[in-house]
């Protein structure tokens, strides 16, 4: 008689799979590394195969991997379903989310808590990250979903738009004298941008250049936190969502150039959506716009 699949196994196996290192999985599933190597071996020893070749970069899917990850991914499926149809406590199940700094903090203590109200039983793990990061951890399969910045805030399946806004120590440009002395029309003036390839560095970068304004790039951090604290020194300005504006900090108008908006969007990986995954989505389409 064949031993039966263990599901903690399989969870493990393709948490491995799309992370691509055992120390990210047992940070995913809550154990220890050893542990982690344990249950790997043990589904191994159950399959009769091996199903990832280790290295010193981590592990990587042998051909015999490749195929089972597709049986392990509809097996967990179909246990989400299977639990979801015949719980009196509906949807059970687990979620790996990313989300941007600024949106994290500006929209997901409202968001998290009112879906938790209504599935209390589905787990929700949030890796904050930039929309480029995100991107490659939803193609890698390492997050489920995430809320993605989009340039054109018209494009399709838009949840939200935002408007990106300078952002100051002091209520207008010209009371900033970023230690060279009072502001000036030749006054090359520092800013502090996320990393190059974000979209508000973008964007700030194309709008200072538009209206041809002197500026140089003087702190660059993909850290909400860090830009905020250089902005609060007065020796930068910086760009954010409107919305993630601390109320210490002033948003700048003219004589600074205007910003575009930005569209919010819900974009999830290529693995198969469990029940938990697409009552999310459905939640963050419902009930963002109104935030």
């Given amino acids: 008689m064949q031993t039966p699949l263990d599901l903690k196994l399989l969870t493990t196996f393709v948490r491995a799979a799309h992370s691509g290192t055992l120390s990210a999985t047992a940070i995913q599933v809550g154990r220890t590394q050893s542990t982690v190597t344990m249950q790997i071996q043990r589904l191994e020893e159950t399959l009769g195969h091996a199903l990832f070749h280790r290295s010193g970069s981590g592990v990587h899917l042998t051909g015999h991997g490749e195929r089972f990850l597709g049986y392990a991914e509809r097996i967990l499926k179909l246990q989400d379903e299977a639990l979801s149809a015949f719980s009196d406590h509906g949807l059970r199940g687990a979620i790996t989310f990313g989300c941007p700094e600024d949106y994290l903090i500006a929209f997901f203590p ?3 808590k009112s879906f938790g109200t209504i599935y209390p039983d589905i787990e929700i793990k949030v890796v904050s ?14 997050i489920d979903m995430a809320l993605v910045s989009v340039a054109d805030p018209t494009a399709t399946d838009i949840a939200r738009t935002e408007q990106l806004a300078w952002v100051g120590s002091k209520p207008t440009l010209e009371l900033h004298d970023f230690g060279v002395g009072a502001y000036g029309p030749t006054t090359t003036i520092p800013l502090a941008l996320a990393a190059s390839n974000a979209l508000d560095h973008k964007a700030a970068c194309d709008a200072m250049e538009g209206a041809h304004m002197p500026y140089k790039i003087s702190y660059a951090s993909n850290s909400l936190a860090g830009l905020i604290a250089v902005v609060r020194s007065g020796l930068a300005i910086s760009v954010m969502m409107q919305k993630a504006v601390p109320n210490d900090l002033y948003i700048l108008k003219s004589p600074l150039p205007p910003l575009p908006k930005l569209g919010l969007k819900v974009a ?3 693995s198969p959506q469990s029940p938990a995954i697409a009552a999310f989505g ?5 009930f963002l716009p109104f935030l």
């Fill in 268 to 270: 999830t990986s290529e």
């Fill in 282 to 286: 459905d939640h963050i389409g419902k």
């Fill in 129 to 142: 990250a930039p929309t480029p990061d995100l991107h490659r951890l939803l193609h890698a399969r390492q």
């Fill in 110 to 112: 409202a968001l998290l």
